[in-house]
């Protein structure tokens, strides 16, 4: 759909504040309904920023745009909705994905923004030398779940992406299956799953496994079926991606379980762990934007920072001092023998 309604006057303003957010590498923009008028905030490094807000007549014009630019529903104001949508700025063309829901002061508004940053390696992201070497290892040659954690707005769709990039310099059949695709891969087999197009993960992990991938990517692990299909897809020999949300590894462990995935068939067919944070230090007005991995008793070592010297915190440091801080990097478990009884025993 030619989306010309956002060259109208009218609408400039949510141009504006789309390519505003993008500049600023915000990962979503939020409208807020509150009684009296309409709060709008970006999300940031994974903190809420409020940028100022709008009265209700504005917004309902703005929203009913949104809405028939995206194909969906003008006239329903009484269901969740989400879609996907193509919007022109000063910068070029971006892929939203526009999600609705309905609240007690009318529908809000979450745009999710594509990366500002183009990731190209697992050292972009922040790995060192050594875990992206240990982390290519076991997603070129191995097999089961590579799992990919961490809070909203914590970077897993941009590990996610990098992690496919990476994968189609070998002569591999990938098969992603996302809910909305957020980005276009050329040589990766993108399938959009969800209630619009009218079938769920369950039933399309089922039908990608008769198309003989090598590699099966979940877009987000949200439900018990989903859980369930993932772990099936493990046993059938391939090499499995997904995310899901999470606190921390081992909240991720336990929502599995919660999921209904017994506890043998986790440890069997866990392959790799990765739980993202996102970190930011100010040090002498500067910000510093460090990577986080492995965490041995109690001290978190920050590796490969963005700016200044390699950098060793505590956890009780970053407790302390979390005002100052938001979260950024990566802890990796890599499962083997010696670790499957450690981090399986707990649970």
Do not use: W
Request: include cysteine; aromatic fraction near 10%; charged fraction near 20%.
């Amino acid at each position: 759909m030619e989306n010309n309604i956002f060259k109208t006057t009218l609408y400039s303003g949510i141009n504006e504040y789309v390519a505003a957010a993008h500049e600023i590498a915000a990962s979503d923009l939020h409208f807020i309904p509150a009684a009296d008028r309409v709060n709008v905030f970006t999300r940031t490094n994974g903190d809420m920023h409020f940028q100022g807000a709008i009265n209700h007549g504005e917004y309902d014009r703005l929203l009913n745009a949104f809405k028939f630019s995206s194909g969906l529903d003008v006239a329903d104001s009484r269901v969740s909705q989400d879609a996907r949508l193509s919007m022109p700025t000063r910068g070029g063309t971006l892929f939203l994905r526009v999600c609705i829901l309905p609240t007690v002061h009318g529908e809000s508004l979450t745009l999710r923004l594509p990366t500002k940053e183009q990731y190209v390696s697992f050292l972009d992201l922040g790995m060192d030398s050594e875990q992206a070497a240990s982390f290519e290892e076991a997603i070129k040659y191995g097999k089961g779940i590579v799992l990919i954690t961490g809070l909203t707005g914590s970077g897993k769709t941009s590990t996610y992406y990098t992690t496919l990039k990476f994968l189609q310099n070998y002569d591999m059949k990938i098969i992603s299956l996302e809910d909305p695709v957020e980005q276009f891969l050329d040589g990766v087999v993108q399938v959009e799953v969800g209630e619009k197009v009218g079938f769920g993960y369950k039933e399309i992990i089922r039908s990608a496994l008769r198309s003989d991938p090598d590699v099966i990517a979940i877009g987000e692990i949200r439900d018990e079926e989903t859980a369930r299909a993932v772990i099936n897809a493990a046993f059938s020999s391939r090499l499995v991606i997904a995310t899901m949300h999470s606190r921390d590894l081992s909240h991720a462990l336990r929502r599995l379980l919660y999921f209904g995935v017994l506890p043998q068939d986790l440890e069997a067919s866990m392959s790799f762990l990765i739980h993202q944070r996102l970190i930011t230090l100010r040090s002498n007005e500067k910000m510093y934007r460090t990577a986080v991995f492995a965490v041995k008793d109690g001290v978190i070592s920050c590796s490969k920072p963005f700016l200044g010297e390699l950098t060793t915190l505590t956890y009780d440091c970053i407790s302390s001092r979390l005002e100052n801080y938001s979260h950024f990097g990566q802890e990796i478990v890599r499962i083997d023998s010696d670790l499957e009884g450690i981090v399986f025993g707990h649970f």
